[in-house]
Structure formats: structure tokens, C-alpha cells
């Protein structure tokens, strides 16, 4: 193990104000939309109406003949050279990878599905010609239901693939050799819990809309766009287009948020691409927010059965999972795989011996799955820490101390679970005791008794979550062996300029995230410069040639060490100059507080800034020295970083309304050593708000037919801040073995912990009422006729609704 | 999304909006704070020919006693029916259901007229002009009338405004000596009621004499609970009453299913919100 090596400066874990707030604040930016280029035409695109159905006729003439439309087309048109919508990781040999062009050309398999483009010299001029298109549709059977579609005789939505099943996908620790058996675990448990909970479709709500500027006329073919992949997008524009990549430029200017949702390749983009290469000239395509929610991916959308099985003392001895993970009518970039990054996660922070996943994904008439923060491990530790508080109550046991039995301690790391992860560092105990003091869990219990005393129509209820996740994605190697379609690697440049200061190239993309600052720090405290002295550049693919750019809570776990070693090598690369200007042995000189000096001989010496004018006059340099002091480095980790922690809600249940109200939350979180500790807890509060809105508010809704009810914000209720309570947060701090900044990535951590611990605390609220769940989300509704249910005696081992 | 082409009117006067309304002929629509009407347009649910924007006429806006009334100018922002001093000593339920509206930057455009206008029985004021038994004035091409809120609401997103008519103010009985309240129960706190209850009640010593209920998104129009009103006359004030005044609450009424709430819920809530706005209005 390798011990972190303590290199605290000044820079890091200061809190610092973000460098990018003000122009991201003010809009005074690039975002896509501000992109006006000229000759540029705005795309319009027709959307399927049907859910399911095959075009029979398809006529843009109408819009053409109408004053500022320059062009129209049809899927049709442009068949042969669209190119088809990649999926890059197929998570078994035989995953179902069916035909999925950027325009429908046949057939459309969920409502909002692009049929036909219009190009227009104006916006508004293409949003009127799009009604003139004409295209009629043959309806087809539509199937919804996942359970519907796999069973015999259903309606495929892929009729050549011959089923509805994209893959099933197991891992069995007894057959890996992880773990044992837990068909073996559960024929000896003392007890067995079966549940089954719902993780409902939610659709990401960034701010910025996706947008698209493509650009055609210059020596490459540059695309702006509002996404979190720009390497990565330019990569599979080249492989699925033909175009050659070196042709290619992509830019993700500002973009305005993502949580996953961005974390993808669209037809949007590749149907401006088509029709910038088509027109040969410049394209915008900036959606509404209503395509957003009919057509960016979905996120979620799982059945998930477990069967945990225990001892009397609580002791948890096996984990069987049997999922169902709606896929929507298309694999976006990794639909697939979303379902395995929970696969790992089943265990949670604890020593399950025997585990067992499997995974079916389902093709129905739907917007396609991916991404969506958290991806996969908001939906394990749900069911995982809902589970737990299930045992308790069936145990009859505290829910913290039926955790404390089953945990990994402290001092059993590195410890590889059944699942075959080796997590490298944790302190579940100092967490939880950290955020039960906070709480006042013992007080919030007393209170809890008397409120069931008096039969108070607001009962009070106590969610525990206690979680791990595996972030940092990802070693190389593993997403070989999990058949991903790319590495997992970072990278980052630092360029020293004449005057001393310092530009670093990050290959991570942010996209609200404040890595300019973050990484600001970082570089300040390695090469000893000022903060202001650092300029952060990313997103463009020709000055951050290389990269995997922004998700999975990766940048500053992955990035942040590439970081690290590319300013170590400016500082070795440079010490032979210095050593050259004082006259000395390098052997003798050490770099201390941005300083070369010669050790043990405290006073001046030669900074950076120094060696940096040097290099550039170049007129006196050490012999067999290159006259560069810039550097590249490129990191792939060997494991992941794990980050956990405890979290704690409260909420007041009216049990005459249904109403849930938080009272009050606490996330104690342990994300090893902090950069900066006000964007860690912007993370954490954006994190937990997130998940409160998956527990309580949000649900994307489809009728029977697939047309999506929930299309505007108006139905589909994102919470806003006066929904939301005050979080107290706080953390430990178990620094990362083998990075050298003991970091462990943030981003989605309150998004995973948050969610089990409202719902925990909801069903809490009402066991004694004969409760035993109430399905996401919690609305006021579900929750009073859970309590309604219960109180018929119609409730059968839970309400389900 | 944008909005089909139409044709925009700024006129600075009741007479000279009516002009344009009739000029603009039938699928000339009014323009208010167009919180409704906009959403509209940009979903091009609704594709009027013609906007009259009443923005600019000035004597729609603003509060004024009136003796036993207070009468507010159909164009008066939210955000300005809030701050009213009037309003605030003398019709304390519409300041206090109007703080429900939406959000702020939804008060500052959206006016007092336009929510009644548009006539969404999920909409606040509808059911707290019906509370008070408000009276609507009404310019028109044939002069002006008065419509009691008993026959303003005609049904689902329709007043009984003809398309040549505008809503110039409405007139609100002060009711000293009145306990009010308004209970709104939503998903979010943006979001629209998904049911509301609007209640004014008068009591002399221990005994109520007078209570006017009325039901936000409970059917089609803003509705009045009658019966719930008549179990309260003589009633004496206390829990016991409330409650059992409350269950007629969603006696005849025809609330809708939809993805926010079943029927069966709103009924329910429907119950237990008037009670809980009878026992605040009565100050027990």
C-alpha cells in the first residue's frame, strides 16, 4: 500500500471562490447558443408523435417552398451517410445491438424520435416549417412494461432482433470465485428477505438545453456542443461517419450542466453534422426543453428483486439480485452497462459472503436509458440500505446497529468483497458516529416514540443510508474485462510560459464542476506559483488533444493525478536549468516553497518563473537540455476510489395528507482529502437535492399508448429550493492510498446516499401503522394510500402502488 | 420552442383595447402578464391571429377603497396585490393566497385580471374571488356590465367573457369582522393546487354565523361548498364542528384524475383541507 504523500501548499484545501462562477453566473460566455457563424442555418427537427410505427410517407416539400427554408430532408435522404448512433459497451458476447440511425428511416420506436430536418435562415422560420412537412405513419404495437415485453408473444421493438432481451448479465461470487454460494447462504439463513423495489425513470434536468453549432467551411469540420464527451464524441463522429478524426474538431464551450444526461453522443449532433457536411455550411441545432424530455436519455428505470439472507443477530450472510434494467427502444453510448456499475455495489460497506447478480436489460417503446448521476449505484445502495432497514424491522433491531454487525471496520482494509472489488480505505464507524451526533439520533428516536404514543397525525420517521460507492472511473483493465469499448485513463499538459505563468490542459471536461479552480490549486501548490497565475484550458480537442473527459466522479481522481504528475515532471525537467543559473550540483538543489535552493542554505534561489525565461531565451542553457519545460502525463489507476459515508434524514409524515416534510438531514461524508471544501459541499448539496427529488418528487410517466405525460416541468416536479430542507454537512477524512492527493471523487456521492435515506425515513414514519414501503416517489398521494392500504388489512407484506 | 407569427396591439386605453380587441376579430386574444398565454403560444397550443397587450393601460392597474369594496384593477401584478396596504388590512385571504402564486418572478409579470380571466379552476384567485362573492367588471364593445363570480366561472378555461370583452377590475366586498384563510396543498412549491380551499367565516361569541367555502381544482370551475356552509350556520365553533362541516366538502363535486393526483385523493384532500382552513379562519 502506498502511503499519500503529505504535500499540503497553500492552495489546496483552501476555499477558494470559484474562477468561473462569474461568467458562468452572468451567462457573459460561450455557450453553444451564443455561437452565430456566418451563412449559419437553425435546424428544426420533426419528432415521431407514435410510439411505435412505420412510416409510410415522408414529403418535405411544403417546407421547402416556404419563404426561409433553404433546405429539408428526410431520414431517407441522407440513409448513406448519417452514420449510426454507437453503443460502446455491449456487456456480453451476444448483447442485442440493434439498427440505430440519428433519423428514423423506416420505422420509430419511441415518441420524440427525430423523423425529418429543416434548415432555415432563421429559428422561428424552422419551427413553422416543420408543420408543413408531410409524413404519414402505420402504427405498430407498442410495448411499455418490462415485464409485458420479455414474455412470449409481446411486440418487439426491434422485430429483425427477434426479442425484446438486450442481455442478461450475471455475476456469481461462488462461480468468480469471490465469495460463496448463496443459493448454499440461503438454505442456512435463520432468516430471508424478498423485496421488490422500483427504481422509477427520471429524466436530467441540466439547465442548459443541448445545442449544437457544426461549422464545415474551414480546414476541419468543427462541432460545438453542450456536452460532457467532447473527446469522445469527436472519436465515434470519426468511426461511425467515416470521417477522418484528424477532420474532426470538437468543442465543448460552457456547458451548462449534465449529471450523465450529457454524457452522451446524440442523434441531434450527428444530424447536424450530416446536414452542416450536406449543406456545406454552417448549422445550429439548440433544442426545447420539451425535446429534452421527450428525447435526451432517461435514467433509472430498473425492477429490482433481492432476497437477502441473515442471522438471528442480524449477521447478513448472502445478497441475491435478479434486475430488470429498461433499456428504452435504443443503447445510447453505455445503456448497457449502467446496471453493471451497480453490480459492484450490491454489498454496499459490508462483508456479505455470498452474492448473486443478475441482470436482464429490456428493449420497450421508450426514450433510451443511460447515464444519469450515479449511474447504476444510486439504484444498488437504494435497495441495498432499504433492504437493511427491512431486516431490522423483521429482526426487530436497531437499523444502525443491524449495519454495525455486517460493516467493514476500519481496520480491515484493503478488503475485497464477494463482489471482487478491493476497497482500499473506508472508516465507516467514525462517519456514522460523526452524523449521529449531529443528528441527535438518540433524542429524534424519544421524540419518534411519544409522537406513536399520542397517535399525532404527524408521525416522525428516521432514514438511515449508510454507503460506498466505486468512482474514479476507471482502470483501464477492468473496463477491458467488463467488454467497455475504451480505457479509463486521464491526462494533462503543463505549458510554462515566458512570464512565469502556467497553462494546464486538462483532459476532463467540466461543465459546472470548477475544475479551472480546483485545478488552479492544485498546479499552485506543485509548481509554487500564484493561484491567478494558472489558466485551466479544456474542452477543445485541438488544444486538449487528448482525453476521456467529465463523469463518474473521475476528474480530479483520475485527472487530478495526471495533473500531479505532469507538474512534477515541469519541476524535474526545470531542476537542471536552476542548478545551471546557481552554479550548482542538481544532485545539491531541492525545490522548496516554488524555489530551488541548495540544501541546507536558506535564501534566494531560482523559481520556476526563472528557469521559464530561461528556456524561452534559451541563451544560456545546461548542455544536452531541451529548451521546453512543458510536460504531458497521462494516469490509468489500478483500482477505483471509494468513497462512503453516513447519512441521516428526518421527516414528518402527515399521515391525514400524505405529505412528506424534511426536518432536518445530515451527510457526514468521507471523500478523503479535499481540494476545495466549498466545491465539495456545493457537490454534496446539489448530490443530496438530486436524490431527495428522485425519493420524493420526481417520476417520468408514460400512458398506455407512450406518449410521455410528464413533458413539461410542470408535470414532471423537479423540487426547487423551498422543497427542500437546510443539509448539515460534515466529513471525515480517510485519505486515498496510492493517490497522491488522497482524494476520492465527490460527484455523485450525495445522489447515491440520499435517496434510501428519505424513503427509510419515510417507511419509518408508518411501521408501526402496518407500512412496510411506499414506492418512489414518495408523493402524498402514495404515501396515504399506503397508510390506507395498511390500515384495510389489504396489505400483504407490503403496500405496493 | 416559438411562437406562430401574430400581430401585437399596445393600446393605452379600456376603449381603445376593446377597439382592437374587435378589430382583430375572433382569434384576437388579450395579452395580461402572460404567464398563462405565453406557455401557450410557445407550445403553439394556442395560435391567436392578433395580441392585444393591455400593458399599457394604466387605469387597470392598482387598488382603491370604494367604501364597502375594495375594487383592484384587473392588470395589477401579484407581487403588487401583495404589497397593497388595502389589501393586506382589508382582504388578508387574497394577500395570503396570492403569496401561493407560483413563484416570484411569476408574481411580478402575472395579474390579479389575468388568473381570473383564464379561469383555470386550478388557478387561486378563482376560488377566493368565489369566496368572497367578488364582482366582475367587464368592458365590451356595448359598454360595460357586472358579473357575480357565481356566473363569471361558466367552465374548464372559460369565463363568461365574450371574445370581444375585457376584464377591467374586480370589485371585493370588505368583510370586517370575517376569519379567512387560504389552505393550497401542491406537489411543489411552484406548482399548481392540487386542490386548494378558500374559506371566510363569521362567528359572534361561540357561534358561527356566516361561512363562505370555496374549492380550488375540484371540477371544472372554481366551486362553492355548500354544504359544508350550511352544516356551519349556527354551528358551534369549536374542532368537533369543523370536522363535521368538513366532510361535506366534495359533495358535488367533479374533480378530475390526471398524473398529479386520482379523483379519490382530491376528495380526500378536499375533507381534510376545509377543516383545516375552517379552524384557522375561526381562529380555533
Known amino acids: 500500500m502506498t502511503v499519500t504523500e503529505d504535500r499540503s501548499g497553500a492552495e489546496v484545501g483552501r476555499e477558494r471562490l470559484r474562477k468561473e462562477d462569474a461568467r458562468l453566473i452572468t451567462g457573459r460566455t460561450m455557450w453553444t447558443e451564443n455561437i452565430s457563424l456566418p451563412g449559419m442555418l437553425h435546424l428544426g427537427i420533426l419528432r415521431s408523435p407514435m410510439a411505435h410505427a412505420r412510416i409510410t410517407h415522408v414529403d418535405v416539400g411544403p417546407a421547402l417552398e416556404m419563404s426561409g427554408v433553404v433546405e429539408a430532408f428526410s431520414g431517407r435522404d441522407i440513409a448513406d451517410m448519417q452514420g449510426a448512433m454507437p453503443c460502446v459497451w455491449p456487456v456480453t458476447e451476444d448483447t442485442v445491438l440493434p439498427d440505430y440511425p440519428p433519423l428514423a428511416v423506416d420505422e420509430v420506436r419511441h415518441t420524440g424520435e427525430p423523423v425529418a430536418v429543416v434548415a432555415a435562415r432563421d429559428h422561428a422560420t424552422a419551427m413553422d416549417a416543420l408543420e408543413a412537412i408531410e409524413i404519414d405513419y402505420e402504427p405498430l404495437p407498442v410495448v411499455l412494461d418490462m415485464e409485458e415485453a420479455l414474455a412470449d408473444g409481446a411486440p418487439l421493438v426491434h422485430a429483425d432482433t427477434g426479442t425484446n432481451k438486450c442481455y442478461t448479465w450475471v455475476l456469481d461470487s461462488a462461480e468468480a470465485g469471490t465469495g460463496d454460494d448463496v443459493a448454499q447462504a440461503e438454505a442456512d439463513a435463520e432468516i430471508v428477505i424478498n423485496r421488490r423495489y422500483i427504481q422509477q425513470r427520471l429524466i436530467p434536468a441540466f439547465m442548459e438545453p443541448r445545442s449544437v453549432v457544426v461549422d464545415p467551411t474551414g480546414e476541419q469540420i468543427t462541432m460545438w456542443s453542450a456536452t460532457q464527451v467532447p473527446h469522445i464524441l469527436r472519436l465515434l463522429l470519426a468511426m461511425s461517419t467515416g470521417v477522418p478524426e484528424q477532420k474532426i474538431r470538437v468543442i465543448a464551450p460552457d456547458v451548462g450542466g449534465g449529471f450523465g444526461g450529457k454524457l452522451q453522443v446524440t442523434p441531434e449532433e450527428f444530424i447536424a453534422f450530416a446536414a452542416a457536411r450536406r449543406f456545406g455550411r454552417p448549422v445550429k441545432y439548440v433544442e426545447s426543453r420539451s425535446e429534452t424530455m421527450l428525447s435526451g436519455h432517461h435514467g433509472r428505470d430498473q425492477i429490482q428483486d433481492v432476497t437477502l439472507c441473515a442471522r438471528r443477530d442480524g449477521t447478513v450472510t448472502g445478497i441475491s439480485v435478479k434486475l430488470l434494467a429498461n433499456m428504452g427502444a435504443y443503447l445510447g453510448i453505455i445503456t448497457p452497462g449502467i446496471p453493471i456499475l451497480g453490480a459492484f455495489m450490491y454489498g454496499g460497506i459490508y462483508k456479505f459472503p455470498a452474492y448473486r447478480f443478475e441482470c436482464s436489460g429490456v428493449f420497450t417503446n421508450t426514450t433510451k436509458t443511460d447515464a444519469y448521476r450515479g449511474a447504476g449505484r444510486p439504484e444498488a445502495t437504494f435497495a441495498l440500505e432499504r433492504a437493511m432497514d427491512d431486516l431490522a424491522d423483521e429482526l426487530g433491531m436497531d437499523a444502525m446497529e443491524v449495519r454495525r454487525r455486517s460493516w467493514i471496520n476500519h481496520d480491515e482494509f484493503p478488503y475485497t468483497t464477494s463482489a471482487g472489488l478491493t476497497y482500499d480505505s473506508g472508516n465507516y464507524e467514525a462517519a456514522t458516529e460523526k452524523a449521529m451526533e449531529l443528528f441527535g439520533y438518540n433524542e429524534l428516536r424519544r421524540e419518534q416514540a411519544s409522537r406513536r404514543e399520542s397517535g399525532d397525525p404527524v408521525q416522525l420517521g428516521i432514514g438511515i443510508s449508510t454507503y460506498t460507492e466505486m468512482c474514479g472511473l476507471a482502470p483501464s483493465r477492468i473496463l477491458g474485462q467488463l467488454r467497455y469499448g475504451a480505457g479509463g485513463w486521464e491526462t494533462a499538459s503543463v505549458r510554462m510560459l515566458p512570464t512565469g505563468k502556467v497553462e494546464v490542459i486538462t483532459g476532463t471536461s467540466p461543465h459546472g464542476q470548477g475544475h479551472e479552480t480546483a485545478w488552479s490549486q492544485i498546479a499552485a501548490d506543485r509548481l509554487g506559483v500564484p493561484f491567478d497565475d494558472v489558466e485551466v484550458l479544456h474542452g477543445d480537442t485541438r488544444t486538449s488533444h487528448k482525453g476521456l473527459d467529465t463523469y463518474g466522479s473521475r476528474s480530479l481522481a483520475v485527472g487530478g493525478i495526471a495533473l500531479v504528475n505532469a507538474c512534477q515532471k515541469v519541476v524535474d525537467k526545470a531542476k537542471p536549468i536552476a542548478a545551471h543559473l546557481l552554479e550548482c550540483d542538481p544532485a545539491d538543489l531541492e525545490f522548496v516553497d516554488g524555489q530551488y535552493r541548495v540544501k541546507g542554505t536558506p535564501g534566494a534561489g531560482k523559481t520556476l518563473a526563472d528557469c521559464a525565461l530561461a528556456v524561452f531565451t534559451s541563451h544560456d542553457m545546461p548542455d544536452g537540455v531541451e529548451s521546453s519545460l512543458d510536460a504531458d502525463a497521462t494516469f490509468d489507476p489500478e483500482n477505483f476510489s471509494y468513497p462512503h459515508g453516513t447519512h441521516l434524514c428526518a421527516t414528518e409524515v402527515d399521515t391525514e395528507t400524505g405529505r412528506v416534510t424534511i426536518r432536518s438531514y445530515v451527510a457526514v461524508d468521507d471523500v478523503g482529502r479535499v481540494v476545495n471544501p466549498m466545491i465539495v459541499e456545493g457537490q454534496v448539496h446539489g448530490g443530496v437535492a438530486q436524490g431527495i427529488a428522485q425519493a420524493l418528487f420526481e417520476e417520468a410517466v408514460y400512458d398506455a399508448d407512450g406518449n410521455l405525460l410528464t413533458g413539461t416541468f410542470v408535470d414532471y416536479t423537479i423540487p426547487s429550493s423551498a422543497d427542500l430542507p437546510d443539509i448539515v454537512t460534515d466529513r471525515t477524512e480517510t485519505p486515498a492510498p496510492g493517490h497522491p492527493l488522497g482524494s476520492k471523487g465527490v460527484g455523485e456521492a450525495g445522489t447515491i446516499a440520499s435517496t434510501p435515506a428519505v424513503v427509510n425515513s419515510v417507511v419509518d414514519a408508518l411501521r408501526h401503522l402496518g407500512v412496510s414501503d411506499v414506492r418512489m416517489p414518495c408523493t402524498p398521494e402514495r404515501v396515504w394510500q399506503a397508510i390506507r392500504s395498511a390500515q384495510d388489512g389489504a396489505q400483504e407484506g407490503g403496500a405496493r402502488l | ?284
Do not use: C
Open chain 2, 1 to 284: 420552442m416559438i411562437p406562430t407569427a401574430f400581430d401585437y396591439s399596445r393600446p393605452t386605453g379600456v376603449d381603445e383595447a376593446v377597439h382592437a380587441l374587435t378589430d382583430g376579430g375572433e382569434d384576437a386574444k388579450v395579452l395580461a402578464g402572460g404567464q398563462s398565454l405565453i406557455p401557450m403560444l410557445r407550445l403553439r397550443f394556442a395560435a391567436p391571429s392578433m395580441l392585444v397587450d393591455l400593458g399599457s393601460v394604466d387605469e387597470m392597474r392598482g387598488v382603491r377603497d370604494d367604501g364597502d369594496a375594495l375594487v383592484i384593477g384587473a392588470m395589477t401584478t401579484h407581487a403588487e396585490v401583495l404589497d397593497d396596504p388595502l389589501i393586506r388590512a382589508q382582504a388578508p385571504l387574497i394577500a395570503q393566497a396570492t403569496a401561493t402564486v407560483a413563484d416570484r418572478q411569476v408574481r411580478h409579470m402575472g395579474t390579479f385580471g389575468g388568473s381570473l380571466a383564464h379561469a383555470d379552476p386550478a388557478g387561486d384567485m378563482p376560488s377566493v374571488a368565489t369566496a368572497l362573492d367578488a364582482t366582475f367588471e367587464i368592458a365590451g364593445p356595448s359598454g360595460r356590465r357586472s358579473v357575480p363570480a357565481s356566473e363569471f366561472f361558466v367552465d374548464y378555461l372559460t369565463s363568461a367573457l365574450e371574445p370581444d370583452e375585457i376584464l377591467v377590475s374586480v370589485r371585493v366586498p370588505k368583510l370586517a369582522g370575517w376569519g379567512t384563510h387560504y389552505e393550497k396543498f401542491n406537489r411543489v412549491a411552484q406548482a399548481w393546487a392540487l386542490v386548494g380551499v378558500a374559506v371566510a367565516i363569521r362567528r359572534s361569541n361561540g357561534t358561527i354565523d356566516e361561512a363562505r367555502v370555496a374549492l380550488t381544482n375540484m371540477s371544472s370551475t372554481p366551486v362553492r361548498a355548500h354544504g359544508v356552509e350550511e352544516a356551519l350556520v349556527g354551528a358551534p365553533a369549536t374542532d368537533e364542528s369543523m370536522a363535521a362541516a368538513g366532510q361535506h366538502a366534495a359533495e358535488g363535486t367533479e374533480p378530475t384524475s390526471d398524473v398529479s393526483a386520482s379523483a379519490d385523493y382530491r376528495t380526500h384532500l378536499a375533507t381534510v383541507l376545509t377543516r383545516r382552513a375552517l379552524g384557522t379562519a375561526a381562529g380555533i
